[in-house]
């Protein structure tokens, strides 16, 4: 663990040399912005690399570094960054317009594409993040069931929202006593992965349980997969209550196949939330679920038996839904070649990252499915990473959100939680580099913590 400041300081010397115009331009961002982002997690520590422009597996920082990126826009640029078939699709299109807030032919086809690929989507409705899309999640099973409660898993995230954030790991870091509010309070909490919780959380709380809340593969501390029979018995489970399950699937869908993590797992939920992905690298949410559900927020409607889902200056962008409709429909026809090809890399990748550390005397383990990996340093041999808690607390998180991560900027490598998604545009000449670049700095590493050993 990184304790030593001398220690950070040396390691972040080499990245203050090669970034000095993003240090200026930090330095003015502090001046209007809360620690210069507004967005917690594009900050690390001295300060982020300002990005100028990307293509394909690269970026180019404004003092014309380049990175291999492992982040790719929040996971969202599956063919990575600005590629041809969207980009020329909105070049051609640019003189549409931007917004207008009406209804566009676009978003009729980027809802049919989702109805044909995520095998329980009946319906869609669309909104502009991820957030929004959870937030008229909750809203619309609590409207459906006329019920109150939410089980969502501990340390999961489901955008800022006050209940979907409840239960999150950090949270629970710095939480002190206080009030809570309403919609915290009805949300009810449990372990991902433990089946027995569930059972007891879903029957104690029955009679008023509006949903369960999951992502099959929990993305927040390290793209865990759900086992085997846990989707099933909270899918049985809910049926049985006449609760309504939610999968969020902002990050699987269209990522491990074109069905998602439903399909995978072979579970269907009654609503899906969306992003990311489908957007095709604009802002994008939907909600996808079973027709007789959605139709409940439908404006033909009598008021008392609608509920108000959706809404939103900028929902159903034109150029979002062109992005989106050009990207699945790409997909679709490369899904042959394209989802083999990533789960092969991914699996190489989180196998190569255990053992590049493993030469140099280190315990790193990589966890992840398909195209989605992340590192860990265990604090203790005997963790099991089966849910984000677990990778939060019993982990080096200091060590990898600050020691690795600048350890890799300075190699020309952008990491996100030490890993990312990869996408089509990574050749495997490009992973080759990222384990060589892993390789060097565990070695490092491992001198560095030897060296402070001998110093006491
Ligand atoms: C699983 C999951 N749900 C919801 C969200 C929120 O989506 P957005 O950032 O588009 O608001 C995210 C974002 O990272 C996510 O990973």
Not at 93 to 112: F, K, W
Request: proline share 4%; charged share 25%; hydrophobic share 40%.
């Amino acid at each position: 663990m990184i304790k030593d400041g001398k220690m950070t300081d040396f390691i972040l010397q080499e990245y203050r040399a090669k970034t000095i115009k993003s240090a200026g331009m930090y330095k003015q961002a502090c001046k209007v912005m809360a620690s210069g982002v507004s967005n917690n997690i594009r900050y690390h520590p001295p300060y982020p690399c300002y990005f100028a422009r990307g293509k394909g597996s690269r970026f180019w920082d404004i003092d014309g570094n380049e990175y291999l990126d492992f982040w790719m826009g929040h996971y969202c640029n599956i063919l990575g960054h600005s590629p041809e078939p969207i980009m020329s699709a909105l070049r051609e299109n640019m003189d549409i317009g931007l917004h207008c807030g009406l209804v566009t032919p676009h978003q009729v086809e980027l809802a049919e594409l989702i109805c044909r690929h995520i095998p329980s989507a009946e319906k869609v409705r669309f909104c502009c993040s991820g957030t929004e899309s959870t937030i008229y999640a909750l809203r619309l099973a609590r409207f459906y069931t006329q019920r109150n409660k939410i089980i969502k898993m501990e340390g999961a995230w489901h955008g800022a929202a006050t209940e979907s954030t409840t239960g999150n790991g950090q949270d629970l870091l710095k939480t002190k006593p206080r009030l809570l509010s309403p919609q915290e309070a009805q949300t009810i909490v449990v372990p991902f992965n433990d089946v027995e919780m569930i059972i007891q959380a879903i029957r104690k709380h029955a009679d008023d349980l509006a949903a369960v809340i999951v992502e099959p593969i929990v993305g927040k501390g390290g793209f865990i997969p759900a086992n085997e029979e846990y989707l099933q018995t909270i899918r049985e489970e809910t049926q049985k209550v006449g609760a309504l399950l939610i999968f969020d699937e902002i990050i699987s869908a269209f990522r491990l196949g074109l069905g998602g993590a439903q399909e995978l797992f072979g579970v269907l939920p009654d609503i899906t939330t969306l992003g990311k992905i489908i957007g095709g690298g604009l802002p994008i949410g939907a909600i996808a679920a079973r027709a007789d559900i959605l139709e409940r927020c439908s404006p033909t409607l009598r008021k008392e038996d609608r509920v108000l889902i959706g809404g939103g200056t900028f929902s159903c962008l034109p150029l979002a839904m062109m992005a989106g409709t050009v990207l699945i429909k790409h997909l679709e026809r490369n899904k042959d070649q394209i989802y083999p090809s990533l789960e092969r890399k991914g699996d190489w990748t989180r196998k190569s990252i255990e053992k590049a550390f493993a030469a140099h005397g280190i315990d790193a383990r990589c966890s992840g499915i398909g195209s989605l990996f992340m590192t860990h340093f265990p604090l203790r041999q005997d963790i099991e990473l089966i849910s984000p808690n677990q990778a939060y607390f019993h982990c080096d998180v200091q060590r990898r959100e600050v020691e690795l991560k600048i350890r890799l900027l300075d190699r020309g490598v952008f990491v996100m939680h030490g890993g990312g998604a990869i996408s089509i545009a990574h050749s495997w000449d490009d992973l080759n580099i990222f384990i060589e670049r892993m390789g060097e700095v565990a070695h490092e590493m491992q001198a560095c913590s030897s060296k402070y050993r001998e110093v006491g």
